[in-house]
């Protein structure tokens, strides 16, 4: 088995969590492959002393890869999906940071979780992602132009708000005014769409969900959509430009450009553990059922 390791961040807290990863790898037999940024952070808090390979971009991550684990929060899963794109290698994130929605295995049971992945106990959760087109041509969207979680649009450089008109398979649907819009995934339904409340999806579900950011149509809602739906937005307000959102990425865009969002023709797969499920998560992270009255 080979797998490969990704982190952004070392925190003290990081140290315990690599040394009980790869003290379970190396008793295991287990080809461990690093990204180069992370593995140069860890070597100079001189916490492994083995040599080890690395990788340095999502081109070296090629199907000899049984995983990818991600070492953080959501935001270094989001990031490990622009390593792995279209190919198709699993991803399973440890959390090592605050909410760790995404990532489903604990930091104090990580043992417990890792024979479930050399057994080969679990299951994949396919996530669907959004791409973006532009018309002109916008060069930032040019190389990592997918989203896991959401793409959005919304003001810049002005308290003023934007006019959004959308339109569905080339169908008005309505003219937003609002500080902006995120057109979300299944997965990114529990994330900023859901701060601007938007509803939850179970991962599987084939559908989009579009939600205005305070709009000031007060009868604007949230609104769930299929997923083979091709959504097109022409944005102007009183700057000439906006700001655009993949995930945690950003970039500016001109008014009037005429934006594309369609669903990718690959996924990403998640590693799911069967104790640790989707509905699980919302109880246990999101807090369903807790109520100090009870
Ligand atoms: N007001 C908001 O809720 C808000 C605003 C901006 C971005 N976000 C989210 O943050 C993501 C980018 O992450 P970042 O690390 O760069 O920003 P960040 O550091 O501001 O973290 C945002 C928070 O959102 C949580 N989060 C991210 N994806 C999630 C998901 N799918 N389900 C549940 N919680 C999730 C993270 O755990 C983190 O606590 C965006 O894709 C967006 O979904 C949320
Ligand atoms: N490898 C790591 N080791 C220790 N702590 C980490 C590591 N990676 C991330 N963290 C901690 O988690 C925080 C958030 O990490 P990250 O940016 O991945 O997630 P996030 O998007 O903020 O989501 P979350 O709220 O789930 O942590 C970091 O600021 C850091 O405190």
């Known amino acids: 088995m080979k797998i490969a390791i990704y982190g952004q961040y070392y925190q003290n807290s990081t140290e315990p969590i690599i040394k009980d990863i790869f003290v379970f790898f190396n008793r295991n037999n287990i080809e461990i492959v690093i990204e180069s940024h992370f593995l140069a952070l860890i070597q100079e808090k001189k916490i492994i002393e083995k040599e080890y390979k690395t990788f340095s971009s999502h081109s070296e991550l090629d199907s000899s890869f ?6 953080g929060g959501d935001g270094t899963i989001l990031r490990a999906a622009t390593l792995v794109r279209d190919s198709g290698i699993p991803i399973l994130g440890i ?66 708000m934007i006019t959004i008109d959308t339109y569905l398979n080339g169908e008005i649907l309505n003219s937003y005014w609002a500080d902006g819009l995120i057109i979300s995934t299944p997965t990114g339904s529990t994330g900023y769409s859901l701060s601007c409340g938007g509803p939850i999806l179970t991962p599987d579900v084939k559908s989009l969900v579009i939600t205005p950011i305070a709009p000031h149509n007060l009868n604007a809602r949230p609104l769930v959509i299929p997923d083979e739906t091709e959504i097109m937005l022409k944005v102007s307000g009183r700057e000439e430009n906006y700001l655009v959102s993949l995930d945690s990425r950003i970039t500016s865009v001109r008014n009037e450009s005429v934006l594309t969002i369609k669903k990718t023709p690959f996924q990403i797969n998640m590693v799911e553990i069967p104790t640790e499920t989707f509905l699980k998560t919302l109880r246990s992270k999101l807090l369903w059922g807790e109520d100090k009255r009870n």
Do not use: W
């Open 66 to 71: 049984d995983m990818l684990l991600s070492i």
């Open 95 to 160: 959390n090592a940071g605050r909410l760790g929605f995404l990532a489903t295995v604990q930091k104090e049971n990580i043992d417990e979780f890792l024979q479930v992945v050399i057994d080969k106990k679990y299951t994949l959760s396919k996530r669907t992602l959004l791409s973006l087109t532009s018309a002109p041509e916008n060069e930032a969207l040019n190389d990592i132009n997918f989203a896991m979680n959401e793409i959005s649009v919304s003001r810049k450089d002005t308290t003023s």
